[in-house]
Structure formats: C-alpha cells, structure tokens
C-alpha cells in the first residue's frame, strides 16, 4: 500500500495512488491516459504531475492543483439548484428524486484512472478521479473523497477510525464488496457520507457517532447463508442522522443499533425509502443502553419486512409523517 500525501487532482491522484494503467475508465465511457518512465502521469484535459517513490515505498508528488476532468454534459448533481423550479422556495429535505442509479455514484462522463490501494495521511487532502482495486486507509482530519469507485474484498473498503480523526466527506461515489467480507463501506464514526452507491458488503454503513447520511443509495448486499446484513448498522453512539437515503437489499435490517458501545442517543431517520430485513427498523437497547432521542420522519416503506416496519425501545421516540411507499397508507 502507498502513501497518498496532498494530492488533488485526477493527475495526482495518479501519480501517488499506486501503479498507473494504460488506460482509464469511466462513470458510462472510455479515455485515454500516457505515462512515461519517470511516473511522469497526465490526462488528456489535465497538467502533468510527477511522483518520486523513496527507498520506504511511499510515494509524494510535486503538482499545481486542477478539478477534475471531465467529459459530456454535467449531471444532475453538479448542477442541481437547492430552490425548486416552480416556486423558488427552498426544497426541503424531503424533495428531490429518490437515490438510485442515475443520482448516486460517480456521475456520467467523470473519468477514472486505474489505481491499487492508498493511503492518505495529510490534512485537507482530495482525493477523486480513481478507479480503486483495494481500499483507502484514512489517517488524516478533513479529507475529502469523491469521485471514487472501489471494488475490493478487504475488511475495511475504507478505513478511516485508526487514529480518530474527523472531518471525512466520501461523496459521489460507488463502493462495492466483491464479498461478505467487506464489512461496510465506511466505519465507525465522524462522517458525512453524500450520494453514494453501495452494494455487495455486509452491511451498507457502520455509523456509530456524529455521521450524516444523505442521498445515498444502499442495495444489494452481501446476504450470505451465515450473514445478518444491514443497510446501516450502530452499535451506540449519538448524533447519527439519515436523511433522503433509499436503503434497501439487507437480510437483517434497513437500520439496526444495538448498545455494544452504548446507548444509541439522537438517531434522526428523516424523509427516506426503506425497505427489507425482519424489522425494517431495529432500534434496541436495555437498562442504561436504552436509545433515547430517536425520531422517525416522514419516511416511506415498502413491505419487504418480515415482521413490520419498525420496533423501537426508545420509550419516547418522535414519530410522524411515515407511510407505506406503494399506496401512502399512513403507518401509526
């Protein structure tokens, strides 16, 4: 694995994410890239960028800083307007299409350069534009990951909990577990995760303390013979919020904490489509461990549930809004 160190452009990001490939992929279409042999890497739209490999085996660069290149017309998350068309009123948090293929992932036309596994260790650093064939170790605060596609079997698609840090945003983006054995694509704690597409781990999110959830479209997981997959799983913690989110494809639970860590305190499960599991929601805790501050806002379920909606041992949770997705019956 290398060290990725301030790199925050596709070129970059080539030059310090490992070996470059003869060529690179995208969200829906093929480009192009050169490489000469002094790692020297440049995209057709971007600079040049130059890494230098130490004795140690990491890996530093020395570039200006360039967006991302892209290609076709932008999508409707660079470009969507947080007013609505018709009234020019703020949208609420409940507006916009539901997630799914076309809103969530890495959007049309953005290219992809090949890379194996990374590292990021410095503060602020940006990491997008690469097609990972591994995972990203995060041991750094305010890092930002977009743009990103990862496929990979390890662990920890991306690790980020090391060294306690803060501030990580993984935003249009696709994680994919080619196994069981990714436990989800993003643990434990301090995150804001936006527009992502997650499918084939074991459960979709570990979130645990101060993590945002929003847009995202988590499906089709692992669900093996042995496996009690969730779509988001705490074990305690406070502060998580999921907002506008379709989660769906868990054989568990769309949305499952326990208390292994400690009570689960200000759950806010706002304005999204669930789906699945025995309970669609399971929100447990005893004794000192019992969740409280738990609401459950104007979400739409489907009836894939094997027992209900959701059971809850908040013994005040805030409830309202919530109805059946097929027919808009309200749900008590």
Wanted: glycine share 12%; with cysteine; proline share 6%.
């Amino acid at each position: 694995m290398r060290s990725f160190r301030w790199c925050t452009s596709v070129a970059l990001v080539t030059a310090c994410g490992g070996a470059p490939a003869p060529a690179e992929t995208e969200g829906a279409t093929a480009a192009t890239s050169s490489t000469t042999d002094d790692a020297t890497t440049a995209t057709a739209d971007g600079p040049t960028s130059t890494a230098t490999t130490t004795g140690d085996g990491t890996t530093t660069t020395t570039s200006g800083t360039t967006a991302a290149p892209t290609t076709g017309e932008p999508t409707t998350a660079d470009t969507a307007d947080p007013t609505s068309t018709s009234t020019g009123e703020p949208l609420g948090p409940c507006d916009g299409p539901r997630p799914g293929p076309d809103n969530t992932g890495v959007p049309q036309g953005v290219r992809l350069v090949p890379s194996g596994s990374i590292t990021v260790d410095e503060d602020g650093a940006v990491v997008e534009g690469l097609d990972i064939d591994g995972t990203i170790t995060v041991l750094a605060d305010d890092v930002t990951i977009r743009h990103v596609r990862i496929r990979t079997d390890d662990y920890y698609p991306i690790r980020y909990f090391d060294e306690d840090n803060v501030g990580l945003v993984v935003e249009d983006s696709e994680i994919e577990g080619l196994s069981g054995n990714a436990t989800a694509a993003i643990s434990f704690a301090n995150y804001t995760a936006r527009r992502l597409n997650i499918h084939g781990t074991a459960d979709g999110f570990k979130a645990d303390s101060d993590v945002l959830i929003e847009d995202c479209w988590v499906h089709d997981l692992s669900n093996g013979p042995d496996e009690h997959n969730d779509g988001v799983q705490s074990t305690g913690g406070a502060g998580v919020t999921l907002r506008h989110n379709d989660i769906s494809g868990a054989s568990n639970a769309a949305v499952q904490t326990g208390d292994l860590n400690g009570a689960t305190i200000d759950l806010t499960l706002e304005c999204n489509w669930f789906d699945g599991g025995g309970w669609t929601l399971n929100i447990r805790g005893t004794g000192e461990t019992v969740p409280m501050g738990t609401k459950i806002l104007h979400n739409r379920f489907g009836r894939g549930h094997g027992y209900g909606p959701w059971t809850l041992d908040d013994p005040d949770p805030i409830i309202e809004g919530n109805v059946y997705d097929d027919d808009d019956s309200p749900i008590p």
